[in-house]
Protein backbone atom coordinates (compact mmCIF):
# COMPACT_ATOMS: atom_id res chain seq x y z
CA UNK A 1 0.00 0.00 0.00
CA UNK A 2 2.83 2.34 0.93
CA UNK A 3 4.33 1.85 -2.30
CA UNK A 4 0.93 2.35 -4.49
CA UNK A 5 -0.73 5.53 -2.64
CA UNK A 6 -2.36 5.46 -6.13
CA UNK A 7 -4.66 2.94 -5.62
CA UNK A 8 -6.09 4.73 -2.65
CA UNK A 9 -6.62 7.98 -4.05
CA UNK A 10 -8.12 6.89 -7.29
CA UNK A 11 -4.89 8.11 -9.46
CA UNK A 12 -4.28 6.23 -13.10
CA UNK A 13 -0.72 5.06 -12.11
CA UNK A 14 2.13 7.23 -12.62
CA UNK A 15 4.66 7.00 -15.92
CA UNK A 16 8.13 5.81 -15.26
CA UNK A 17 9.65 9.15 -15.24
CA UNK A 18 6.89 10.75 -12.60
CA UNK A 19 8.28 8.07 -10.24
CA UNK A 20 11.90 9.34 -9.80
CA UNK A 21 9.88 12.42 -9.08
CA UNK A 22 7.82 11.39 -6.56
CA UNK A 23 10.90 9.81 -4.72
CA UNK A 24 13.25 13.05 -5.07
CA UNK A 25 10.00 14.74 -2.90
CA UNK A 26 10.05 12.29 -0.74
CA UNK A 27 13.55 11.96 -0.17
CA UNK A 28 13.30 15.70 0.28
CA UNK A 29 10.43 15.43 2.82
CA UNK A 30 12.77 13.03 4.56
CA UNK A 31 15.37 14.81 5.01
CA UNK A 32 13.65 17.62 6.65
CA UNK A 33 12.10 16.06 9.37
CA UNK A 34 12.58 17.02 13.28
CA UNK A 35 15.01 15.47 15.40
CA UNK A 36 13.35 12.19 17.49
CA UNK A 37 12.39 13.58 20.87
CA UNK A 38 14.36 10.18 21.96
CA UNK A 39 17.38 12.08 20.81
CA UNK A 40 16.57 15.15 22.47
CA UNK A 41 19.65 17.40 22.72
CA UNK A 42 18.54 18.86 26.72
CA UNK A 43 20.09 15.65 28.39
CA UNK A 44 21.60 12.55 27.88
CA UNK A 45 19.59 9.24 27.45
CA UNK A 46 19.22 7.59 31.23
CA UNK A 47 20.05 3.84 31.86
CA UNK A 48 17.73 1.69 33.45
CA UNK A 49 18.51 1.55 37.02
CA UNK A 50 17.09 -1.32 39.12
CA UNK A 51 15.43 0.42 41.85
CA UNK A 52 12.98 3.24 41.84
CA UNK A 53 12.92 5.04 38.46
CA UNK A 54 11.96 8.50 37.39
CA UNK A 55 11.00 7.38 34.47
CA UNK A 56 7.82 5.18 36.17
CA UNK A 57 5.57 8.67 36.33
CA UNK A 58 2.64 6.00 35.87
CA UNK A 59 2.62 3.17 38.05
CA UNK A 60 3.56 -0.02 36.50
CA UNK A 61 1.24 -3.54 37.19
CA UNK A 62 3.11 -6.04 38.96
CA UNK A 63 5.07 -8.14 37.08
CA UNK A 64 4.28 -6.67 33.77
CA UNK A 65 7.40 -6.30 31.21
CA UNK A 66 8.32 -3.58 29.11
CA UNK A 67 7.67 -3.73 25.72
CA UNK A 68 10.65 -2.65 23.70
CA UNK A 69 9.02 0.27 22.18
CA UNK A 70 6.62 1.82 25.05
CA UNK A 71 4.97 5.21 23.90
CA UNK A 72 7.01 7.31 26.29
CA UNK A 73 4.72 6.44 29.85
CA UNK A 74 6.23 9.42 31.07
CA UNK A 75 4.41 11.77 28.59
CA UNK A 76 1.05 10.48 29.64
CA UNK A 77 1.60 12.23 32.69
CA UNK A 78 0.96 15.52 31.00
CA UNK A 79 -1.05 14.69 27.94
CA UNK A 80 -4.76 14.98 30.04
CA UNK A 81 -3.41 18.44 31.21
CA UNK A 82 -2.58 20.92 28.76
CA UNK A 83 0.30 23.29 29.62
CA UNK A 84 -0.74 26.42 31.72
CA UNK A 85 -0.56 29.62 29.56
CA UNK A 86 2.90 30.90 29.05
CA UNK A 87 4.13 27.22 29.29
CA UNK A 88 5.71 24.51 27.07
CA UNK A 89 6.83 21.36 27.77
CA UNK A 90 10.41 20.16 28.61
CA UNK A 91 11.79 16.74 27.44
CA UNK A 92 14.31 15.23 29.71
CA UNK A 93 15.79 12.35 31.38
CA UNK A 94 12.13 11.89 33.26
CA UNK A 95 10.45 12.82 29.98
CA UNK A 96 7.86 15.63 29.58
CA UNK A 97 8.16 17.61 33.01
CA UNK A 98 6.85 20.98 33.61
CA UNK A 99 9.25 23.83 32.57
CA UNK A 100 9.65 25.06 36.25
CA UNK A 101 12.13 22.09 36.56
CA UNK A 102 15.48 23.00 34.87
CA UNK A 103 17.46 20.55 33.16
CA UNK A 104 19.97 20.66 36.07
CA UNK A 105 16.91 19.74 38.14
CA UNK A 106 15.96 16.99 35.99
CA UNK A 107 19.42 15.60 35.80
CA UNK A 108 19.56 15.84 40.24
CA UNK A 109 16.22 14.78 40.57
CA UNK A 110 17.40 11.63 38.44
CA UNK A 111 20.73 10.83 40.52
CA UNK A 112 18.82 11.32 44.15
CA UNK A 113 15.49 9.01 42.83
CA UNK A 114 18.07 6.27 41.21
CA UNK A 115 21.62 6.52 41.83
CA UNK A 116 23.34 3.66 43.51
CA UNK A 117 24.64 4.05 47.14
CA UNK A 118 28.43 3.39 47.08
CA UNK A 119 29.21 5.28 50.21
CA UNK A 120 27.73 7.04 53.59
CA UNK A 121 28.80 9.20 55.89
CA UNK A 122 27.39 10.50 59.27
CA UNK A 123 26.64 14.08 59.63
CA UNK A 124 28.31 15.52 62.77
CA UNK A 125 25.05 16.71 65.42
CA UNK A 126 22.50 15.04 62.78
CA UNK A 127 21.83 11.87 64.64
CA UNK A 128 19.16 10.39 61.99
CA UNK A 129 20.82 12.02 58.89
CA UNK A 130 23.19 10.06 56.39
CA UNK A 131 25.36 11.42 53.90
CA UNK A 132 25.50 8.84 50.93
CA UNK A 133 27.35 9.30 47.49
CA UNK A 134 25.64 8.26 44.17
CA UNK A 135 26.58 6.67 41.12
CA UNK A 136 24.34 6.83 37.92
CA UNK A 137 23.59 3.31 36.85
CA UNK A 138 26.00 2.37 34.70
CA UNK A 139 28.82 5.07 35.43
CA UNK A 140 31.45 2.58 35.90
CA UNK A 141 29.64 0.17 38.12
CA UNK A 142 32.75 -2.13 37.96
CA UNK A 143 35.49 0.36 38.15
CA UNK A 144 38.57 -0.59 39.90
CA UNK A 145 39.19 2.95 41.38
CA UNK A 146 38.60 2.91 45.23
CA UNK A 147 35.08 5.48 45.73
CA UNK A 148 36.18 8.42 47.11
CA UNK A 149 33.04 9.88 49.43
CA UNK A 150 34.37 13.25 49.59
CA UNK A 151 35.29 13.04 45.89
CA UNK A 152 31.92 12.42 44.87
CA UNK A 153 30.30 15.21 46.67
CA UNK A 154 32.65 17.34 45.40
CA UNK A 155 31.26 16.65 42.08
CA UNK A 156 28.26 16.70 43.09
CA UNK A 157 27.44 13.06 43.39
CA UNK A 158 25.82 13.28 46.66
CA UNK A 159 22.39 12.94 48.88
CA UNK A 160 21.42 13.70 52.08
CA UNK A 161 18.91 11.12 52.59
CA UNK A 162 16.67 12.53 56.39
CA UNK A 163 13.99 11.17 58.42
CA UNK A 164 10.38 9.63 57.59
CA UNK A 165 9.00 12.88 59.09
CA UNK A 166 10.84 14.88 56.65
CA UNK A 167 9.33 14.56 53.67
CA UNK A 168 7.48 17.55 53.76
CA UNK A 169 10.71 18.65 51.88
CA UNK A 170 10.14 17.23 49.08
CA UNK A 171 6.76 19.03 48.86
CA UNK A 172 8.74 22.78 49.85
CA UNK A 173 11.02 21.62 46.71
CA UNK A 174 8.26 21.71 44.70
CA UNK A 175 6.63 24.77 46.08
CA UNK A 176 9.99 26.20 45.18
CA UNK A 177 10.18 25.94 41.70
CA UNK A 178 6.60 26.94 41.38
CA UNK A 179 6.92 29.74 42.55
CA UNK A 180 10.06 30.46 40.38
CA UNK A 181 11.90 31.27 43.44
CA UNK A 182 14.70 28.33 42.95
CA UNK A 183 16.33 28.94 46.16
CA UNK A 184 16.19 24.98 47.82
CA UNK A 185 17.72 22.13 46.59
CA UNK A 186 16.19 19.45 44.62
CA UNK A 187 15.06 16.68 46.96
CA UNK A 188 12.82 13.41 45.67
CA UNK A 189 11.11 10.93 47.74
CA UNK A 190 12.77 7.50 47.58
CA UNK A 191 13.04 3.79 49.27
CA UNK A 192 16.56 2.21 49.77
CA UNK A 193 17.75 -1.20 49.55
CA UNK A 194 21.20 -0.47 49.81
CA UNK A 195 22.84 -2.94 51.61
CA UNK A 196 25.85 -0.13 52.87
CA UNK A 197 22.29 1.54 54.51
CA UNK A 198 21.69 0.64 58.35
CA UNK A 199 18.53 -1.60 58.16
CA UNK A 200 16.05 1.77 59.82
CA UNK A 201 17.08 3.09 56.00
CA UNK A 202 16.09 0.05 54.32
CA UNK A 203 12.97 -1.20 55.89
CA UNK A 204 10.61 0.60 53.01
CA UNK A 205 10.06 3.08 54.90
CA UNK A 206 9.93 6.06 52.45
CA UNK A 207 12.19 9.13 53.54
CA UNK A 208 13.41 12.55 51.41
CA UNK A 209 16.98 12.80 50.00
CA UNK A 210 18.05 16.14 49.19
CA UNK A 211 21.07 17.08 46.93
CA UNK A 212 23.88 17.68 48.77
CA UNK A 213 25.62 21.16 48.10
CA UNK A 214 29.76 20.78 47.30
CA UNK A 215 30.70 24.30 47.85
CA UNK A 216 28.36 25.28 50.67
CA UNK A 217 29.65 28.15 52.86
CA UNK A 218 30.04 27.40 56.81
CA UNK A 219 31.26 29.66 59.66
CA UNK A 220 34.43 27.93 60.94
CA UNK A 221 33.47 28.66 64.08
CA UNK A 222 32.30 25.39 65.44
CA UNK A 223 28.76 25.99 67.95
CA UNK A 224 27.72 28.13 64.47
CA UNK A 225 28.36 25.97 61.48
CA UNK A 226 24.96 26.19 60.60
CA UNK A 227 25.56 29.65 58.75
CA UNK A 228 27.23 31.52 56.28
CA UNK A 229 27.55 34.88 58.17
CA UNK A 230 26.50 35.16 62.18
CA UNK A 231 23.58 37.37 62.07
CA UNK A 232 21.71 39.10 64.86
CA UNK A 233 17.71 39.83 64.42
CA UNK A 234 18.13 43.16 65.18
CA UNK A 235 20.61 43.72 62.23
CA UNK A 236 19.01 41.84 60.30
CA UNK A 237 15.61 44.34 60.33
CA UNK A 238 18.77 47.29 59.87
CA UNK A 239 19.42 45.67 56.65
CA UNK A 240 15.78 45.39 56.15
CA UNK A 241 15.17 48.97 55.64
CA UNK A 242 15.19 50.84 52.79
CA UNK A 243 18.65 51.91 51.86
CA UNK A 244 19.91 49.65 54.67
CA UNK A 245 22.47 48.15 52.99
CA UNK A 246 24.15 51.16 52.15
CA UNK A 247 24.22 52.12 55.92
CA UNK A 248 25.75 48.65 56.86
CA UNK A 249 29.48 48.43 56.45
CA UNK A 250 30.61 45.99 53.14
CA UNK A 251 32.62 43.89 55.50
CA UNK A 252 29.65 43.68 58.12
CA UNK A 253 28.54 40.08 57.84
CA UNK A 254 25.76 38.91 55.10
CA UNK A 255 26.29 41.92 53.69
CA UNK A 256 26.62 40.77 50.17
CA UNK A 257 23.09 39.55 50.40
CA UNK A 258 20.78 41.84 49.02
CA UNK A 259 17.05 42.26 50.17
CA UNK A 260 15.43 40.69 47.50
CA UNK A 261 16.90 37.42 48.91
CA UNK A 262 15.84 38.05 52.06
CA UNK A 263 12.13 38.94 50.76
CA UNK A 264 11.94 35.68 48.34
CA UNK A 265 13.02 33.59 52.01
CA UNK A 266 9.87 35.36 53.88
CA UNK A 267 7.28 34.41 51.68
CA UNK A 268 8.57 30.91 51.38
CA UNK A 269 9.19 30.34 54.89
CA UNK A 270 5.72 31.74 55.41
CA UNK A 271 3.82 29.50 53.35
CA UNK A 272 5.52 26.78 54.98
CA UNK A 273 5.77 27.99 58.23
CA UNK A 274 9.30 27.09 58.59
CA UNK A 275 10.46 29.16 61.97
CA UNK A 276 14.28 27.71 62.57
CA UNK A 277 15.48 30.28 60.33
CA UNK A 278 13.67 33.72 60.85
CA UNK A 279 12.39 32.89 64.24
CA UNK A 280 13.81 30.06 66.00
CA UNK A 281 12.70 31.21 69.66
CA UNK A 282 9.29 31.44 68.73
CA UNK A 283 8.87 34.98 69.36
CA UNK A 284 5.94 35.13 66.42
CA UNK A 285 3.52 32.96 68.33
CA UNK A 286 2.54 31.16 71.17
CA UNK A 287 4.22 28.19 71.10
CA UNK A 288 2.87 24.82 73.07
CA UNK A 289 4.91 23.39 75.94
CA UNK A 290 6.36 20.68 73.92
CA UNK A 291 7.71 22.57 71.66
CA UNK A 292 11.62 22.60 70.78
CA UNK A 293 11.78 26.55 71.79
CA UNK A 294 10.05 25.92 75.01
CA UNK A 295 11.70 23.05 76.13
CA UNK A 296 15.14 24.19 75.20
CA UNK A 297 14.11 27.48 76.72
CA UNK A 298 14.71 29.54 73.83
CA UNK A 299 11.10 31.11 74.28
CA UNK A 300 12.40 33.44 77.70
CA UNK A 301 15.23 35.16 75.24
CA UNK A 302 12.22 37.01 72.69
CA UNK A 303 12.13 39.45 76.00
CA UNK A 304 15.68 40.45 74.81
CA UNK A 305 15.63 40.86 71.13
CA UNK A 306 19.48 41.46 71.48
CA UNK A 307 19.98 37.98 72.05
CA UNK A 308 18.04 36.64 69.19
CA UNK A 309 19.85 35.39 66.04
CA UNK A 310 19.31 34.12 62.79
CA UNK A 311 20.45 29.98 61.96
CA UNK A 312 20.47 28.49 58.30
CA UNK A 313 21.24 31.13 56.52
CA UNK A 314 23.63 30.19 54.04
CA UNK A 315 24.93 30.84 50.93
CA UNK A 316 27.28 29.02 48.35
CA UNK A 317 31.08 30.15 47.68
CA UNK A 318 30.37 30.51 43.96
CA UNK A 319 27.14 32.46 44.60
CA UNK A 320 27.71 34.60 48.09
CA UNK A 321 24.75 36.82 47.13
CA UNK A 322 22.28 33.83 46.32
CA UNK A 323 20.10 32.25 49.60
CA UNK A 324 20.24 28.57 49.84
CA UNK A 325 17.21 27.52 51.29
CA UNK A 326 17.67 24.15 53.99
CA UNK A 327 15.49 22.38 56.45
CA UNK A 328 12.65 23.32 54.26
CA UNK A 329 10.41 20.80 56.44
CA UNK A 330 8.34 23.38 57.91
CA UNK A 331 4.71 23.21 59.66
CA UNK A 332 2.15 21.57 57.76
CA UNK A 333 -0.56 21.30 60.72
CA UNK A 334 0.73 24.38 62.23
CA UNK A 335 -2.96 26.13 63.16
CA UNK A 336 -4.05 28.82 61.43
CA UNK A 337 -4.80 31.20 64.37
CA UNK A 338 -0.90 31.03 65.03
CA UNK A 339 0.51 31.70 62.11
CA UNK A 340 4.49 33.59 62.54
CA UNK A 341 3.49 37.17 60.77
CA UNK A 342 6.63 37.93 62.42
CA UNK A 343 9.12 36.30 59.17
CA UNK A 344 7.74 39.15 57.53
CA UNK A 345 8.57 41.04 59.64
CA UNK A 346 10.79 44.36 57.93
CA UNK A 347 9.74 42.75 54.63
CA UNK A 348 8.16 45.57 52.13
CA UNK A 349 8.41 43.81 48.90
CA UNK A 350 7.76 40.52 47.09
CA UNK A 351 8.59 38.72 44.05
CA UNK A 352 6.65 39.74 41.15
CA UNK A 353 6.30 36.23 39.90
CA UNK A 354 5.89 34.64 42.72
CA UNK A 355 2.81 36.80 43.87
CA UNK A 356 1.25 36.43 40.51
CA UNK A 357 1.16 32.61 41.06
CA UNK A 358 -0.54 33.52 44.33
CA UNK A 359 -2.91 35.30 43.04
CA UNK A 360 -3.71 33.25 39.85
CA UNK A 361 -6.04 31.03 41.47
CA UNK A 362 -3.76 28.34 40.13
CA UNK A 363 -1.61 27.19 43.13
CA UNK A 364 -3.00 23.88 44.09
CA UNK A 365 -2.98 22.70 40.30
CA UNK A 366 0.26 23.50 39.50
CA UNK A 367 1.50 21.59 42.50
CA UNK A 368 -0.09 18.76 41.89
CA UNK A 369 0.97 19.05 38.24
CA UNK A 370 4.39 19.51 40.30
CA UNK A 371 4.10 16.31 42.70
CA UNK A 372 2.81 14.05 39.97
CA UNK A 373 6.84 13.60 38.82
CA UNK A 374 7.62 12.42 42.03
CA UNK A 375 5.90 8.61 41.71
CA UNK A 376 6.95 7.70 44.92
CA UNK A 377 5.67 10.34 47.09
CA UNK A 378 3.05 10.93 44.79
CA UNK A 379 1.62 6.88 45.14
CA UNK A 380 2.52 7.32 49.01
CA UNK A 381 -0.10 9.95 49.49
CA UNK A 382 -2.49 8.62 47.70
CA UNK A 383 -2.36 10.70 44.57
CA UNK A 384 -4.10 13.93 44.13
CA UNK A 385 -6.93 12.89 46.74
CA UNK A 386 -4.32 12.49 49.45
CA UNK A 387 -1.93 15.53 48.73
CA UNK A 388 -5.20 17.66 48.75
CA UNK A 389 -5.03 18.47 52.15
CA UNK A 390 -1.80 19.61 52.46
CA UNK A 391 -1.91 21.94 49.62
CA UNK A 392 -5.22 23.87 50.64
CA UNK A 393 -3.58 24.45 53.21
CA UNK A 394 -0.89 26.35 51.51
CA UNK A 395 -2.96 28.00 49.65
CA UNK A 396 -5.18 29.16 52.54
CA UNK A 397 -1.79 30.59 53.84
CA UNK A 398 -1.09 32.42 50.44
CA UNK A 399 -4.43 34.03 50.64
CA UNK A 400 -3.80 35.40 53.82
CA UNK A 401 -0.26 36.71 52.88
CA UNK A 402 -2.00 37.92 49.45
CA UNK A 403 -4.22 39.85 52.27
CA UNK A 404 -1.44 40.76 54.46
CA UNK A 405 0.17 42.47 51.15
CA UNK A 406 -2.80 44.55 50.13
CA UNK A 407 -3.23 45.50 54.16
CA UNK A 408 0.34 46.81 54.01
CA UNK A 409 0.29 48.24 50.55
CA UNK A 410 3.55 46.24 50.15
CA UNK A 411 4.93 46.35 46.50
CA UNK A 412 6.60 43.65 44.03
CA UNK A 413 9.98 43.35 42.26
CA UNK A 414 11.13 41.83 38.87
CA UNK A 415 12.75 38.87 39.71
CA UNK A 416 16.42 37.47 38.94
CA UNK A 417 17.48 34.03 38.38
Known amino acids: ?????????GLKPPV????????????????????????SPHLPPASSPPGPRWE???????????????????????????????????????????????????????????????????????????RVGLRAMGDAEGDASPTSPEGDCREGRCGL????????????????????????????????????????YTDGSLRPIIWWVPDLQHLEDANNDQN???????????????HGLTLVARDAPCSSIPRGEWSRLALFDFLLQVHDRLDRYCCGFQPDPSEPCVEEMLHEK??????????????????????VFIDNAGRPQHPEEKLNFRLLQGIDSFPAAAVATLRSGR???????????????????????????????????????????????????????
Not at 182 to 200: G, I, K
Not at 228 to 240: D, F, I, K
Open 16 to 39: PAALGVLLALALLALAHLPPSLDC
Open 161 to 200: IKRPGDLYEVLAFHLDRVLGLNRSLPAVARRFTSHLLPYS
Open 56 to 130: AATPLSGGQARSERSPMPPARLWQDQPPGRGRRRRQGVVGDAPLWFSNDDLQKMQLLASGRVVSKTRVPAHGQVL
Open 228 to 242: SCALGWLQYQEMLQP
Open 1 to 9: QAQRPWRRT
Open 363 to 417: LQSLLLESLRVDQELWESQGGAEGLRPLLRTIDRRARILLQYIQEHNLTVFGDSP
Open 302 to 323: CRNPAELVLVHILVRRSAPSRL
